[in-house]
């Protein structure tokens, strides 16, 4: 069976061609200046987490990302709903506002997944220096 963390640089890198080529057909979008944005982030958020652990920089990159895919899901949310074009569960992709509302939803869930992720990495490095702490007083105190 595969480790979790090779899955998850498989989805990583996976979700960052994804990401990649949805910024770069973006450009010819009327409103590109808020999805370009958004699928770059996401892009380099997977892109990092894959090859390199700057897990600061990663961090800052998915926050930021992560609030502009919320804003532009409720966005087009309220667009659709004021416009009557689409209910919110409707799945049809041949409307722009489920195209775009569903890749906002995957920009969403994989930030959140990448949040996850780094701050258990950080609980888990925390949790054995205390223990390692923890070791040395009490071999020091006998």
Avoid at 56 to 77: D, S, T
Wanted: net charge positive; charged share 20%; glycine share 6%.
């Amino acid at each position: 069976m595969a480790k979790p963390r090779n899955i998850f640089t498989c989805c990583s890198l996976l979700m960052a061609i994804m990401f990649g080529f949805s910024s770069s057909v973006q450009l010819n979008d009327p409103d590109w200046y808020f999805w370009f944005p958004l699928y770059a982030c996401a892009c380099i958020v997977n892109l990092l987490n894959w090859r390199i652990s700057a897990k600061g920089y990663i961090k800052h990159v998915a926050k930021v990302a992560l609030c502009l895919g919320v804003l532009l899901f409720i966005k087009v949310v309220v667009e659709a709903y004021v416009r009557k074009i689409a209910g919110l569960w409707l799945l049809d992709l041949a409307e722009r506002v489920v195209r775009e509302k569903t890749g906002s939803l995957l920009v969403i869930i994989s930030m959140v997944l990448h949040l996850v992720c780094l701050s258990e990495s950080v609980d888990l490095k925390q949790r054995k220096k205390r223990e390692t702490v923890g070791r040395g007083v009490v071999a020091y105190g006998e």
